[in-house]
């Protein structure tokens, strides 16, 4: 099975050479999850000031 490179801009890293089954687990990691939940809070957060500026 191949190798790649991995990287995850929700915690901003970059892993070499992790495996299909690494990557799975980091994505199902703690400090992960709340990355990605913190990530998409602020861009709603962005989208909804955008969106009062508008008015
Ligand atoms: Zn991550």
Do not use: D
């Not at 490179?5 to 050479?17: A, E, G, T, V």
């Amino acid at each position: 099975m191949g190798q790649r490179k991995f990287h995850c801009p929700y915690c901003n890293i970059y892993l070499k050479r992790v495996s299909i089954k690494q990557v799975q687990k980091h994505n199902q990691g703690n400090k992960h999850v709340s990355n990605y939940i913190e990530h998409w809070k602020k861009v709603m957060i962005t989208h909804q000031n955008e969106q009062n500026r508008a008015q």
